[in-house]
């Protein structure tokens, strides 16, 4: 990512609750939710394992090419969400519109670049298959985290069976 780039304002609606305008007028929001439900046999870690959603609210007629201060506010949120070192959270690609492959690697490489809060962060991502549909997910821990194993082997049991 661009050193020069600048997240966009965003709002915090309610906490853990965020929205964000584009220069293109398109409407974010981002949140998370509890993913504890998914970590039953991890009950020390599960209450700080987090869902992380990225909607899109409204989508003008025009847009403007890609708008890379995009990636730049939604790693900055996670990063602010991850910096206490308590949390962890996963997010899983839309598969609505079969393009769940390319949202995984367009959000795996917001995560690739150097000098950016992402270099705290530690990305966990894995793809399985569950019925006829392939899962993209990834699970994103503080690397300062004292739990992040804890949090590794929970995410991976969840994703992979008992094969870590």
């Given at each position: 990512m661009a050193t020069n780039l600048q997240p966009y304002n965003f709002e915090v609606l309610k906490p853990d609750y965020y929205t964000f305008t584009t220069d293109s007028e398109d409407i974010y929001e981002c949140y998370f939710s509890s993913f504890a439900a998914y970590f039953p046999n991890?009950?020390?870690v599960a209450p700080f394992?987090?869902?992380f959603n990225l909607d899109l609210l409204t989508k003008p007629a025009k847009r403007k090419g890609i708008d890379k201060r995009i990636a730049d506010t939604v790693i900055t949120?996670?990063?602010d969400f991850?910096?206490?070192r308590n949390n962890a959270m996963v997010y899983v690609c839309d598969n609505w519109d079969g393009k769940e492959g390319a949202r995984a690697r367009k959000f795996?490489?917001?995560f690739n670049y150097y000098d950016h809060p992402?270099?705290?962060i530690i990305q966990i991502s894995t793809s399985f298959e569950a019925g006829s549909m392939m899962i993209h997910s990834?699970?994103?821990i503080h690397k300062k985290n004292k739990r992040k194993k804890e949090f590794s082997d929970a995410y991976l049991e969840?994703?992979?069976g008992e094969e870590k």
């Open positions: 991890y009950p020390g394992i987090f869902g949120i996670a990063g991850l910096e206490a795996k490489s917001w992402s270099s705290k990834a699970m994103l969840l994703t992979q």
